[in-house]
């Protein structure tokens, strides 16, 4: 398989992915610009989620404060850039966006998973005639509701954090659940959903074939709706309304993105939804001044390999030898989602990759420096600053799409993705581990001044 991998521009980045090395790739088909088509589709959007709103509060309690709304905070962590060797004004500033705290979910798969259920809910409500146009949308978290859905199933596949936010969702409004697993899920997680009520199907092998499992299953049964992570429209548009969010928390923080002061996002990235729909949110709303760049692990580099070999390319990790073993488990994908890679095709940055060990390090970090509990998947975007001020390819990107605007101007967010619901126990490993590994990070070598 790896003979008939088709030419691409850039060898020895290729090379350094094969050999999982942390690398950086710039894309050479980035056009930064404003996004008419991603401005017009995050507007629905947002109209969406504010119907979906009232209906949030009365299923979950812990949304009465916010109004109904999956919000969370934007935190600029000071505190961590000496700990983290960002002193130097060229690392521009740096804030964490802290999704590992959504309320409901706990993850960045809370906005997707919500949004679909919700959505996919009011449809069938609607179709069958349980619900009109003029009514009140909480009328589906009442008793009449529970036993309506209770007569259909929704069923999903995923790695963890998206069975979190599906099956949540959708056994709170009635619905029967089932998340197909991976092999590497983590017990906490199939426990968590257990304890909701929620059927968990542990499968051998990896995402992308807990998936296919799920797909499968779900259609020969006619009242099954299936969530499919790697072609879902609706999970896409529920991540999208973060980047509304992160606009006003910029604006409140009295800053005004702009040619002056470019937005770098550092997203985690696995089959491509979360950080594929905040990307494109993003676009919509700060157009040529956002630059949205993919973090994976060094042995799930799928997002990089596709990107690289062109949006029809569908490649695969394993195709170049790489083992797609990892401890962040929201990661270990294996072949990127078709449809973010052709949203993506001339609107992502680039992606980089990030050993394990390094994840480790940054959880003790976060967790010692600014009292963040971020699981492993969720620190990567820490090596992002690194990547875009100290590497040669980081220097040649700024140098063409930064117009000779100094890189200390740059606001730089590390989207934190996942991690206030790990076990205090198991968090407290993660720790242990980062302290044992200690200094310095294997970015080191990879200074290019
Ligand atoms: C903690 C965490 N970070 C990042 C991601 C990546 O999201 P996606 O698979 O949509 O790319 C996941 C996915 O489950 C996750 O659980």
Same mark, same amino acid.
């Given at each position: 398989?790896?003979?008939?991998?088709?030419?691409?521009?850039?060898?020895?980045?290729?090379?350094?992915?094969?050999?999982?090395?942390?690398?950086?790739?710039?894309?050479? $088909?980035?056009?930064?610009?404003?996004?008419?088509?991603?401005?017009? *589709?995050?507007?629905?959007? @947002?109209?969406?989620?504010?119907?979906?709103?009232?209906?949030?509060?009365? &299923?979950?309690?812990?949304?009465?404060?916010?109004?109904?709304?999956?919000?969370?905070?934007?935190?600029?962590?000071?505190?961590?850039?000496?700990? !983290?060797?960002?002193?130097?004004?060229?690392? %521009?500033?740096?804030?964490?966006? #802290?999704?590992?705290?959504?309320?409901?979910?706990?993850?960045?798969?809370?906005?997707g998973g919500?949004?679909e259920v919700?959505?996919t809910?009011?449809?069938?409500?609607?179709?069958?005639?349980?619900?009109?146009?003029?009514?009140?949308?909480?009328?589906?978290?009442?008793?009449?509701?529970?036993?309506?859905?209770?007569?259909?199933?929704i069923a999903v596949g995923s790695? %963890?954090?998206l069975?979190?936010s599906v099956? /949540? =969702?959708a056994? *709170?409004? #009635?619905?029967?659940?089932?998340?197909?697993?991976?092999?590497?899920?983590?017990?906490?997680?199939?426990?968590?959903?257990?304890?909701?009520?929620?059927?968990?199907?542990?499968?051998?092998?990896?995402? $992308? @074939?807990? /998936?296919?499992?799920a797909?499968?299953?779900a259609?020969?049964?006619? !009242?099954?709706y299936f969530v499919d992570d790697?072609?879902s429209?609706l999970l896409?548009?529920?991540?999208?309304?973060?980047?509304?969010?992160?606009?006003?928390?910029?604006?409140?923080?009295?800053? /005004?993105?702009?040619?002056?002061?470019?937005?770098?996002?550092?997203?985690?990235?696995?089959?491509?939804?979360?950080?594929?729909?905040? =990307?494109?949110?993003?676009?919509?709303?700060? #157009?040529?001044?956002? @630059?949205?760049?993919?973090?994976?692990?060094?042995?799930?580099?799928?997002?990089?390999?596709?990107?690289?070999? %062109?949006?029809?390319?569908?490649?695969?990790?394993?195709?170049?030898?790489?083992?797609?073993?990892?401890?962040?488990?929201?990661?270990?994908?294996? *072949?990127?989602?078709?449809?973010?890679?052709?949203?993506?095709?001339?609107? &992502?940055? %680039?992606?980089?990759?990030?050993?394990?060990?390094?994840?480790?390090?940054?959880?003790?970090?976060?967790?010692?420096?600014?009292?963040?509990?971020?699981?492993?998947?969720?620190?990567? #975007?820490?090596?992002?600053?690194?990547?875009?001020?100290?590497?040669?390819? +980081?220097?040649?990107?700024?140098?063409?799409?930064?117009?000779?605007?100094?890189?200390?101007?740059?606001?730089?967010?590390?989207? =934190?993705? +996942?991690?206030?619901?790990?076990?205090?126990?198991?968090?407290?490993?993660? /720790?242990?581990?980062?302290?044992?590994?200690?200094?310095?990070?294997?970015?080191?070598?990879?200074?290019?001044?």
């Amino acid at each position: 398989m790896t003979s008939e991998l088709p030419p691409f521009a850039n060898q020895s980045t290729f090379d350094k992915a094969k050999a999982a090395e942390p690398t950086l790739w710039c894309n050479p $088909n980035y056009q930064p610009s404003s996004d008419g088509e991603a401005a017009q *589709t995050l507007e629905q959007v @947002h109209k969406d989620w504010a119907m979906l709103a009232p209906l949030l509060q009365k &299923l979950f309690p812990v949304l009465e404060q916010s109004g109904g709304q999956i919000q969370s905070e934007l935190i600029e962590v000071e505190s961590l850039r000496a700990p !983290l060797c960002y002193e130097d004004p060229k690392f %521009g500033r740096l804030f964490v966006k #802290g999704d590992h705290n959504l309320p409901v979910a706990g993850s960045v798969k809370a906005r997707g998973g919500l949004f679909e259920v919700l959505m996919t809910a009011r449809r069938q409500a609607l179709a069958e005639g349980f619900l009109s146009e003029n009514d009140d949308i909480c009328k589906l978290a009442s008793d009449a509701a529970r036993a309506f859905f209770s007569q259909r199933t929704i069923a999903v596949g995923s790695t %963890g954090n998206l069975g979190l936010s599906v099956g /949540v =969702a959708a056994k *709170t409004l #009635g619905y029967n659940s089932i998340v197909h697993m991976s092999s590497d899920a983590k017990t906490w997680k199939i426990e968590r959903l257990r304890r909701y009520g929620v059927k968990v199907m542990q499968h051998r092998g990896d995402y $992308n @074939h807990a /998936v296919a499992v799920a797909r499968d299953a779900a259609r020969y049964d006619p !009242l099954a709706y299936f969530v499919d992570d790697e072609h879902s429209e609706l999970l896409f548009q529920g991540y999208m309304a973060a980047a509304g969010e992160l606009d006003i928390q910029l604006r409140e923080a009295g800053i /005004v993105v702009g040619p002056d002061r470019p937005l770098f996002l550092h997203l985690p990235c696995g089959i491509g939804g979360a950080p594929g729909g905040i =990307a494109y949110g993003a676009r919509g709303l700060f #157009g040529a001044h956002v @630059h949205c760049f993919f973090a994976e692990p060094c042995q799930s580099a799928s997002a990089m390999l596709r990107m690289m070999h %062109g949006r029809d390319a569908r490649i695969s990790v394993y195709d170049v030898g790489l083992t797609n073993r990892t401890e962040a488990d929201g990661m270990a994908v294996a *072949t990127m989602s078709d449809l973010v890679a052709e949203r993506m095709q001339t609107r &992502l940055a %680039g992606v980089y990759t990030v050993g394990d060990e390094d994840l480790f390090r940054w959880v003790a970090t976060a967790y010692h420096g600014a009292s963040l509990q971020l699981e492993p998947s969720a620190t990567i #975007g820490f090596a992002g600053p690194h990547f875009i001020a100290n590497s040669l390819e +980081g220097q040649a990107f700024a140098d063409r799409h930064l117009l000779s605007k100094p890189l200390s101007n740059a606001i730089h967010v590390v989207w =934190a993705t +996942g991690g206030t619901f790990v076990p205090e126990l198991k968090f407290q490993a993660f /720790v242990d581990r980062g302290m044992e590994l200690g200094h310095p990070t294997s970015l080191s070598k990879e200074t290019a001044t």
